[in-house]
């Protein structure tokens, strides 16, 4: 067995990523069910990039539609924006991009360690299933958010520093760390830690990398302000990034708050705990290498809520960051376990309750998508926006709606667009498309619509009452209202 793995593991290692790309993307049309805040925040400038109306946005709370847009991550739209000349405008087309890049940088951290030789064959293919299925880092592989791109850096440095040749080793993992600040600041810091936790852990034998990397991530820091000086928004950018970071979201989020490990994601909180039992297991019975994996594994679980500081607050989106070295540190603590007669056990214990983890993530986003597939159908959104909205209106929508009304109506407007859109435009709105909980009923308040104003008249609710008694036994759901104004906006 242990031979037929050796021979076949690039072969197996390939397939494995190609089949959870292939599962991703066949429930990307059903999950989630609609767009999502963060998957319209960063996915419209793309969009509007890709059919001509310039870098700008109707969705972000600090600018304009008539602003370049200035964003904590201007790489995932400027990618979106090239993927969608090629394979068009969709929702499944702008979920499938994400689902590509977390397969390119699943491939490129698998080659990483498969070069450097670190766990056995079957681990390393055990892993790519970990990492392709664990709640915490599936979220993260099928958010279409930034964090994506971050992880592709990431693993390209990783991938770079395997590689014996100089010449093409430190321009990889420069490149790779280069890329982070385009992609989202917060990966800068958890760059430094990492390359702190390599050199301290491994006595400098690797210094020359993590220095490498330190010095991508600076001057990616520097070419994303540049960035932003040649178009004159260096100045809202900054503003951007504190509106985003410790120094605005403390005020909601304590800072003691992001050292205590939410249970968003149990998987990762699982895998804290079977690191407290290998820690034991190796002080009982050490080996030569046990110490460096163990201070890798509590390094990250120790350091990651002070790289969180500067966010404000440790949310799943970022998970991924202490799950990729906390399973790599216990899978290979496990595997040095199963060389001995009295850590075998022990080993395929880890190795069972590591799989089980696995069933929290992919395959139960994959049942829920096929058991409600008719219900998470988004023709029924497709119908809803045909009947009510005209191609002439202008509308302002929650976000579940997005793909369906991006290219249909004349103008389309999201809730955060709220706090910042001009007066013209908000005397053009002429239907809502609200969520029912966040704005019960227009038509007696619609003080949450800001400068839009009222003269509301409800119009229908989605899901219909048609496709309510069509769906029978669907899952419990938001409701949606469709409000078309009546009046002149005050």
């Known amino acids: 067995m242990i031979g037929f793995l050796q021979a076949r593991e690039k072969i197996l290692a390939a397939s494995l990523i190609i089949i959870f790309f292939l599962l991703n993307l ?12 963060d998957e319209v925040t960063y996915t419209d400038p793309g969009l509007n990039l890709a059919v001509g109306k310039g870098w700008t946005s109707s969705v972000w709370p600090w600018e304009t539609d008539r602003e370049f847009y200035a964003d904590n991550s201007p790489l995932y739209p400027a990618g979106l924006s090239l993927w969608v000349r090629v394979f068009g405008i969709s929702m499944v087309s702008a979920r499938a991009y994400c689902y590509s890049l977390a397969a390119i940088g699943m491939l490129l951290l698998w080659l990483g360690t498969f070069r450097f030789q670190l766990l056995t064959p079957a681990y390393r293919l ?36 395997s590689l014996r040749n100089p010449p093409a080793k430190y321009p990889l993992i420069f490149a790779g760390c280069f890329l982070v600040p385009f992609a989202g600041f917060i990966g800068v810091p958890y760059i430094f830690l990492a390359a702190g936790l390599v050199i301290v852990l491994t006595r400098f034998k690797f210094w020359k990398e993590a220095v490498t990397g330190m010095a991508g991530a600076g001057f990616g820091v520097v070419g ?35 050292f205590l490990y939410p249970l968003d994601d149990m998987g990762m909180v699982v895998m804290i705990g079977l690191l407290a039992v290998l820690s034991f297991y190796s002080w009982k019975y050490p080996s030569p290498c046990s110490l460096a994996w163990l201070g890798l594994g509590w390094g990250m679980v120790l350091l990651m809520p002070c790289v969180m500081l500067m966010r404000g607050l440790f949310i ?19 595997r040095q376990a199963a060389d001995g007669a009295r850590g075998r056990y022990m080993a395929v214990a880890v190795t069972l309750v590591m799989g089980m983890l ?21 023709q029924h959104m497709r119908d809803f926006v045909r009947t009510y909205v005209h191609p002439d209106d202008a509308v302002f929508a929650d976000y579940p709606f997005y793909f369906e009304l991006r290219d249909y109506a004349k103008f389309v407007a999201m809730p955060h667009y709220l706090w910042i859109i001009p007066p013209d435009e908000a005397r053009q709105i002429t239907v809502a498309l609200v969520g029912d909980r966040a704005m019960p009923d227009l038509t007696r308040d619609a003080s949450g619509m800001l400068g839009i104003g009222g ?14 008694a069509k769906l029978k036994g669907a ?11 009546e009046a002149p906006s005050p």
């Not at 892993?127 to 994506?148: A, C, F, H």
């Not at 003269?455 to 309510?468: D, I, L, R, Y």
Request: charged letters at 15%.
């Open 358 to 378: 696995c069933l929290g993530g992919l395959p139960a986003r994959l049942y829920t998508s096929w058991t409600n597939w008719d219900f998470r159908d988004p």
């Open 126 to 161: 055990f892993w790519i299933v970990i990492l392709s299925t664990e709640y915490g880092m599936n979220w993260m592989e099928r958010n279409e958010r930034y964090d994506v791109w971050i992880f592709v850096g990431l693993a390209l440095a990783w991938f770079g520093a």
């Open 26 to 37: 066949s429930i990307a049309s059903r999950s989630p069910f609609g767009a999502w805040q």
């Open 475 to 485: 899952p419990k759901h938001d409701t949606f209202t469709l409000y078309r104004r």
């Open 224 to 258: 994303v302000a540049l960035f932003f000086l040649v178009f004159g928004k260096l100045q809202t950018f900054w503003a951007c990034l504190h509106k985003l970071t410790a120094s605005e979201q403390i005020m909601n989020h304590p800072a003691f708050q992001v």
């Open 316 to 334: 799943m989106m970022y998970f991924y960051m202490l799950i990729i070295p906390l399973s790599l540190a216990i899978l290979q603590l496990a």
């Open 455 to 468: 003269g509301w008249k409800k119009v229908a609710v989605f899901p219909t009452p048609e496709m309510e």
